[in-house]
Nanobody, 122 residues
């Protein structure tokens, strides 16, 4: 069982930056693909970014603005968000998949965090 705890969300102005983090429990963190998803009010949960052993994979809507990274020694995955837009406002969820292959489909992920709110004001 893997427990995921997100942190770092908050309120930021459009054009600003924010970094959110997710700490995972367990000893096999490096063998998991880690991902970020987000869900805006009244919207479906959508894929943002994922990182396994190879190059990260991003949704087109965030490519060039967001960067996902991981520190296996700290069991932590990060999402650096730049040039934020009001459309990025959502609850951001960390997810883990027991595979090193990145995948954008939420049903492929085995473990989920509680989410952290990111609000971008215009």
């Amino acid at each position: 069982q893997v427990q995921l705890v997100e942190s770092g969300g908050g309120l930021v102005q459009a054009g600003g930056s924010l970094r959110i983090s997710c700490v995972a429990s367990g000893r096999t963190f490096s063998s998991y693909t880690m991902a970020w998803f987000r869900q805006g009010t009244g919207k479906e949960r959508e894929f943002v970014a994922a990182i396994g052993w190879r190059a990260p994979y991003y949704a087109d809507s965030v490519k060039g603005r967001f960067t996902i990274s991981r520190d296996n020694a700290k069991n932590t995955v990060y999402l650096e968000m730049n040039s934020l837009e009001p459309e990025d406002t959502a609850v951001y969820y960390c997810a883990a998949r027991a595979s090193v292959a990145v995948n954008p489909h939420l049903f492929e992920y085995d473990f989920w965090g509680q989410g952290t709110q990111v609000t971008v004001s215009s």
